[in-house]
T-cell receptor, first 112, second 114 residues
Framework: DQQVKQNSPSLSVQEGRISILNCDYT??????FLWYKKYPAEGPTFLIS?????DKNEDGRFTVFLNKSAKHLSLHIVPSQPGDSAVYFC???????????FGTGTRLTIIP | KAGVTQTPRYLIKTRGQQVTLSCSPI?????VSWYQQTPGQGLQFLFE???????NKGNFPGRFSGRQFSNSRSEMNVSTLELGDSALYLC?????????????FGPGTRLTVL
């Protein structure tokens, strides 16, 4: 049972445009959501997070939006840069514990 | 500050053998979690240790075990290896005592079972 889903395995975006990565979840107990970025041969790197009490969190070029009623979150990257090309994972946890449930990832390719 | 380190980085074993992987968390981090990454299943949570105690456990068979030492370093062990255990094993550490904080991942150990 995949509780966190990233339905787009891949996404290509022109450099300078907006990249939008989507994530859906089914477990209503999740109360904290995170986005990680992963390059080949490296571990995931934390990007940005959002608590379920908020609907938006912004950090530089990265903004995460949370729609609790739809159980959906998205990551916006503006403007997209070639260095953003990587696999992006959405993750969630609940009750303040360390167990993260990950989505299967979206490979983002930024076209120069 | 040094990041999370994992040793070895690559490992080749045969079916039936056992393996031990090591993780050193970021200095001051007391929580260490382990994840398995495979192409088909993505990143799956194995277990989490805090102050030498297993605090959370994922849905993996008993062949997968771990421990944490007083200096927060952690090891995970897989006994009676199967072909399906071939994966990237990632260790992550975090500072907060009770979740809701980002975890910092190491580069992983790539295990190949032949």
């Amino acid at each position: 049972d995949q509780q966190v889903k990233q339905n787009s395995p891949s996404l290509s975006v022109q450099e300078g445009r907006i990249s939008i990565l989507n994530c859906d979840y089914t477990n209503s107990m999740f109360d904290y959501f995170l986005w990680y970025k992963k390059y080949p041969a490296e571990g995931p790197t934390f990007l940005i997070s959002i608590s379920s009490i908020k609907d938006k969190n912004e950090d530089g070029r990265f903004t995460v939006f949370l729609n609790k009623s739809a159980k959906h979150l998205s990551l916006h990257i503006v403007p997209s840069q070639p260095g953003d090309s990587a696999v992006y994972f959405c993750a969630a946890n609940s009750g303040g514990n360390e167990k993260l449930t990950f989505g299967t990832g979206t490979r983002l390719t930024i076209i120069p | 500050k040094a990041g999370v380190t994992q040793t070895p980085r690559y490992l080749i074993k045969t079916r039936g053998q056992q393996v031990t992987l090591s993780c050193s968390p970021i200095s001051g981090h007391r929580s260490v979690s382990w994840y398995q990454q495979t192409p088909g299943q993505g990143l799956q949570f194995l277990f989490e240790y805090f102050s030498e105690t297993q605090r959370n456990k994922g849905n993996f068979p008993g062949r997968f075990s771990g421990r944490q030492f007083s200096n927060s370093r952690s090891e995970m062990n897989v006994s009676t290896l199967e072909l399906g255990d071939s994966a990237l094993y990632l260790c992550a550490s975090s500072l907060l005592q009770r979740g809701a904080g980002e975890q910092f991942f190491g580069p992983g150990t790539r295990l190949t079972v032949l």
